[in-house]
């Protein structure tokens, strides 16, 4: 039971008060026909509105757009004065209040800037749509503690001299995380769970049984009513019960929806008795009924000035973990884990930042390690999609972020699970934006790709996994030994793979295995560059060659030492010459496949030689 709230002198006219101190400042591919358009747009520079433009200019299209300048400048004691001990990494810590009050002197990023801006107006309704331990449910245990009046913990932050500690409001916690929602009696009894223990801590009784939505409004009543004050409604992966039905073949996840569509409508219907009301989740759905109506949740995901709230920035990375960084390569930590782009600086999931720091600077694959959602390979087993265009989409501004049940986008549901990031906001001549995707750092892009290698192959995971082979081929130059490793990959994939399609007759197909087996191990790989001449199938670099390659099936091999068909396109359309400034080597390969053996029929190599 919690201890009774006082009234104060702050409140409003209607009994409460808002807590701010106003006076202070397999897949199975059928077809690899193009899926996605392909479409390369230059940057805009882009004004939002508030005095922040964009840099309009990247080194590659892998560069982020960041801002000039911050938006917020506030610092906390971590910044003005990096310790000279480490603190402890909360690794583990569920809550705001555990981390604030433990005697482990636990590290804390302030994201209270960002918080104040949020919840200094006297009602509001926000959504924030981000990955999974991207620190969502943090920054919810973050805002209870702050509207229960918690003082003591928020000593040094931002937030603390602008607040009104002397506000104090009931606050109700939905967290849906917890459960694997396996059926639709698994979805309605972790709703039941959460009113009844929101009603016990409270002291208040339910009297509607048999409806969600009934009891949920009831709830927010009865709280209501019983301290006089306006109610803190926080529901945290309000869309996990739909997440985890969505690899379903049956309509379990459209089942799913209707529950939440009934539970969440008393949102609105209890809009006088609530003072804020903050929602987050990995999926923006359209139908459930939140986003539409007198009180629309305002969607803060691509906010410039909330694109920090949840993840670590560089400057953070910088000046708040002392000598965790000492002696490792930054330039690696970045290409590893950072990346990750809402219209602001970009941020590191912070889930991978921490585990790398306990594991010593240990590269690893931390985040897809932790579990990946059965709806991502069950969508790549219904569709065909070509794995390199993952890497330069193209999105309107309305696919990107929202869709319904019935229209699943893969791309837009791969951003919003973090699968890919915005590399660039285009502004439409007639209003309204698209934006360019791309994979965000080195983890996901190979950790993806390989995904898709044993979705387009059936090859099992373990044999995947052998076969580093290839890169440390590459990377001697010794052409025979990833000709050996290729195909030793194609041997391995099942008969049965093919049985009832044609797959093998398509140099999509093998583009697209190839792509995935050699971007899966992190190189750095290019497919379908468009130049003046043609376009190039693949463009793949090791430290010293460039390796420029195009793909053929059912070609007929020449007799004697003559040019093979692929080889005689790369010199006729002379796809090697953007690349003839570097100082590398470059090397020309034809891979000759044929339909028969699944495999590679003939292999051809060339160093270009320049007069």
């Given at each position: 039971m919690p201890e009774?709230?006082?009234?104060?002198?702050?409140?409003?006219?209607?009994?409460?008060?808002?807590?701010v101190s106003h006076g202070g400042n397999h897949v199975t591919v059928v077809t690899m026909m193009a899926i996605f358009l392909k479409k390369r747009s230059k940057l805009r520079a882009m004004d939002l509105g508030w005095g922040c433009r964009y840099n309009s200019s990247f080194r590659n299209r892998n560069d982020i757009i960041s801002p000039k300048f911050s938006i917020f400048k506030h610092h906390t004691k971590n910044l003005d004065n990096p310790m000279s001990q480490r603190q402890a990494l909360p690794i583990g810590i569920q809550t705001f209040?555990?981390?604030?009050?433990?005697?482990?002197?636990?590290?804390?990023?302030?994201?209270?800037?960002?918080?104040?801006?949020?919840?200094?107006?006297?009602?509001?309704?926000?959504?924030?749509?981000?990955p999974r331990r991207f620190g969502k449910s943090m920054l919810c245990s973050t805002l209870q503690s702050l509207f229960e009046g918690k003082q003591e913990l928020f000593g040094g932050l931002y937030i603390h001299d602008k607040w009104d500690w002397s506000v104090k409001l009931p606050v109700v916690r939905i967290d849906l995380s917890a459960a694997n929602y396996k059926d639709l009696d698994a979805v309605e009894a972790r709703v039941w769970i959460n009113l009844n223990r929101n009603?016990?801590?409270?002291?208040?009784?339910?009297?509607?049984?048999?409806?969600?939505?009934?009891?949920?409004?009831?709830?927010?009543?009865?709280?209501?009513?019983?301290?006089?004050?306006?109610?803190?409604?926080?529901?945290?992966?309000?869309?996990?019960?739909?997440?985890?039905?969505?690899?379903n073949d049956d309509d379990l996840a459209s089942k799913s929806l209707d529950v939440l569509r009934g539970f969440y409508s008393a949102i609105k219907a209890s809009d006088q008795y609530i003072r804020f009301c903050f929602m987050t989740g990995i999926t923006k759905f359209t139908g459930v009924g939140l986003f539409s109506g007198a009180n629309n949740f305002e969607d803060i995901t691509l906010d410039p000035q909330y694109a920090s709230i949840c993840g670590f920035t560089q400057q953070e990375l910088n000046t708040c973990f002392g000598d965790y960084f000492d002696g490792i390569n930054m330039a690696e930590v970045q290409a590893w884990y950072n990346g990750y782009n809402y219209l602001g600086d970009r941020v590191y999931n912070p889930y991978d930042i921490l585990l790398f720091l306990k594991k010593q600077g240990k590269f690893d694959n931390y985040w897809w390690d932790s579990g990946q959602p059965s709806f991502l390979t069950k969508m790549f087993e219904k569709g065909?999609?070509?794995?390199?265009?993952?890497?330069?989409?193209?999105?309107?501004?309305?696919?990107?972020?929202?869709?319904?049940?019935?229209?699943?986008?893969?791309?837009?549901?791969?951003?919003?699970?973090?699968?890919?990031?915005?590399?660039?906001?285009?502004?439409?001549?007639?209003?309204?934006?698209?934006?360019?995707?791309?994979?965000?750092?080195?983890?996901?892009?190979?950790?993806?790709?390989?995904?898709?290698?044993?979705?387009?192959?059936?090859?099992?995971?373990?044999?995947?996994?052998?076969?580093?082979?290839?890169?440390?081929?590459?990377?001697?130059?010794?052409?025979?030994?990833?000709?050996?490793?290729?195909?030793?990959?194609f041997a391995a994939i099942p008969f049965n793979n093919y049985v009832q399609n044609n797959i093998q007759k398509y140099e999509g197909y093998y583009a697209s295995v190839m792509f995935s087996f050699l971007a899966g191990l992190g190189l750095k790989c290019k497919t379908e560059e468009s130049i003046s001449?043609?376009?190039?199938?693949?463009?793949?670099?090791?430290?010293?060659?460039?390796?420029?390659?195009?793909?053929?099936?059912?070609?007929?091999?020449?007799?004697?030492?003559?040019?093979?068909?692929?080889?005689?396109?790369?010199?006729?359309?002379?796809?090697?010459?953007?690349?003839?400034?570097?100082?590398?080597?470059?090397?020309?390969?034809?891979?000759?496949?044929?339909?028969?053996?699944?495999?590679?029929?003939?292999?051809?190599?060339?160093?270009?030689?320049?007069?």
């Open positions: 009774p709230m006082n009234g104060h002198s702050s409140m409003t006219q209607s009994g409460e008060g808002d807590g209040e555990s981390l604030r009050s433990s005697k482990d002197d636990f590290l804390y990023i302030d994201k209270t800037a960002e918080i104040y801006e949020m919840t200094k107006l006297s009602v509001g309704y926000y959504f924030l749509s981000r009603a016990e801590f409270h002291g208040v009784e339910l009297k509607i049984v048999d409806s969600l939505g009934g009891a949920f409004e009831e709830l927010i009543l009865r709280i209501y009513q019983k301290y006089d004050k306006k109610v803190v409604v926080l529901i945290d992966e309000y869309d996990k019960p739909i997440q985890d039905t969505l690899s065909a999609y070509e794995t390199y265009d993952l890497e330069n989409l193209e999105l309107s501004s309305q696919e990107l972020k929202q869709f319904t049940l019935s229209n699943l986008n893969l791309p837009s549901l791969l951003w919003q699970a973090g699968y890919l990031t915005i590399t660039e906001e285009i502004q439409e001549p007639f209003g309204g934006s698209s934006y360019v995707l791309a994979t965000p750092n080195r983890e996901v892009r190979m950790t993806l790709n390989m995904l898709f290698l044993i979705s387009l192959t059936s090859i099992e995971s373990s044999r995947v996994l052998k076969r580093n082979e290839a890169v440390r081929s590459l990377f001697k130059n010794d052409l025979d030994g990833f000709e050996a490793s290729v195909r030793a990959m001449t043609g376009r190039i199938d693949m463009v793949m670099e090791s430290p010293t060659h460039i390796y420029v390659i195009e793909f053929k099936v059912n070609a007929p091999k020449p007799e004697g030492d003559e040019r093979g068909e692929a080889l005689n396109q790369i010199h006729k359309n002379k796809y090697y010459e953007p690349y003839l400034n570097d100082d590398r080597k470059i090397v020309l390969i034809g891979m000759h496949f044929s339909e028969e053996k699944r495999n590679l029929d003939w292999f051809e190599d060339e160093e270009l030689k320049i007069d």
